[in-house]
């Protein structure tokens, strides 16, 4: 991904570019190589470096690292702050598959 000029909106195939919307991200490029074949690979931004990425917003991390961190300790908090993107990114996987297949 590759960030575009204001007003240029995103410039991608039709899953990512439903993914890139439901997280507020307005002007991007993106491409892709080798096999595209699944929907998984794309969906599983966390393991490609997503988690922290500036364009998702700070209250996208900060709520779950903040309570976690306050109630049980850091080491607790890491495991909350992962736990909640993933039930962020399945929800989100959830909703466009049933949105593509409907």
Do not use: H
Request: with cysteine; hydrophobic share 50%.
């Amino acid at each position: 991904m590759v960030p575009a000029p204001r007003g240029a909106g995103i410039v991608a195939a039709r899953v990512p570019k439903m993914v890139l919307q439901f997280n507020g991200i307005d002007d991007v490029f993106t491409s892709s190589r080798g096999s595209t074949k699944t929907l998984g690979n794309f969906v599983k931004l966390k393991q490609n470096g997503w988690v922290g990425n500036f364009a998702l917003g700070a209250s996208y991390i900060s709520l779950p690292w903040w309570a976690g961190q306050a109630l049980f300790g850091t080491d607790a908090a890491k495991w909350i702050c992962v736990s909640a993107i993933d039930v962020t990114q399945l929800s989100v996987s959830v909703y466009l598959v049933i949105k593509i297949y409907t």
